[in-house]
């Protein structure tokens, strides 16, 4: 029965087949269906969309709206931290090579039109940046880590990005939510008007930035006095996907981030909580998130009082109970109550 139903129905629950989408939906509406009428759809059951009525077997009842909602954007976030650490290992072996290719003196004419081109230093970073804009037809795509943008940052590069807009092309930027409150960062995509696009996510990828979908860099060292010209098609197509699938989870820089649906914790604290429910420190943390150390740990000292830890390890503990301990929950999810609380959910 399995495996004839994997072959009818090659699909996810990301998307049902049209005869899937019509049984599903009419038990959402009814509360279950007769286990005959889903008969045609074995996807339904393949995939825990229904299960049986432990109550009477001839029927079937849906798993929720809501839970299937969690489930797909829980694989989505682990598809994506997978993408983050490829990334972050593929930048540590370049900086190794490129540690070992110092040691070799190059030929004069060598390094040009190679692949992997090391830049030694802001001034050989700003020319090759400089070159790649000139060279630029297209679209820009940009992921800027940290927290809010400073105005030195945000006009270092502005002739580029108004020669690039001058010329219709198109840009797309990614930041972390921190960046949202900063007056330089808005002010800036006000005078770039629609040429750019920005999105935010809780944290992002290194900084990254592509021309065209030929060439891209990336920071070759930790104070970002070097980077990695990289031109091989096969590197800067997964840097394009990684960014893509980045993008499709961000949230528009325009529309408010998603409430979390536990009273008294706020997009930052769920974040937060999540990242110490994997065990990293106060320094990691606030370092993902592009915030300081400080207010990191102000939000975990309001977390433990929203939360009723009077300890570390207790705070750990109800952050797993009210769910804290995974990615952020669909804007459609019903408030949770915390521990002690009345839950706010119609009854």
Known sequence: MAGHGAEEHPHGADRLCEAGDRVYSRAVRRGRVARRDADPVPCLLELALLHPDPDDMDWLVPTSPQEVMTRLLRGMYDEVSASQRRVGSAVAAFEWYAGLGRQVQQAPSAGEGSAIRVLDGLARIQAAMDEA?????????????????????????????LALRGRGVRMRDLYTHVARHGQGLLNYLELMGDAVE???????????????????????????????????????????????????????????????????????????????AEGHQDAVIAERLGISVRTCRAHIARLSETLGAASRTQLGVRIAQVGLDGPPRPAASPTLSLPGQESRTAR
């Open 198 to 276: 920005a999105r935010t996510l809780d944290e992002v990828i290194d900084r990254l930035i592509l021309f065209d979908r030929t060439v891209a860099f990336i920071p070759a060292n930790t104070d970002r006095t070097m980077a990695l010209e990289l031109r091989h098609p096969a590197i800067v197509e997964y840097l394009v996907t990684v960014f893509e699938r980045l993008w499709r989870l961000a949230i528009p820089l325009t529309a408010p981030l998603p409430d979390t649906g536990i009273e008294g914790i706020s997009h930052r604290e769920q974040s937060i909580a999540a990242l110490l």
């Open 133 to 161: 804009t000139q060279a630029c037809t297209t679209e820009v795509l940009t992921v800027q880590p940290g927290g809010i943008r400073r105005e030195a940052e945000l006009s270092e590069g502005l002739h580029r990005a």
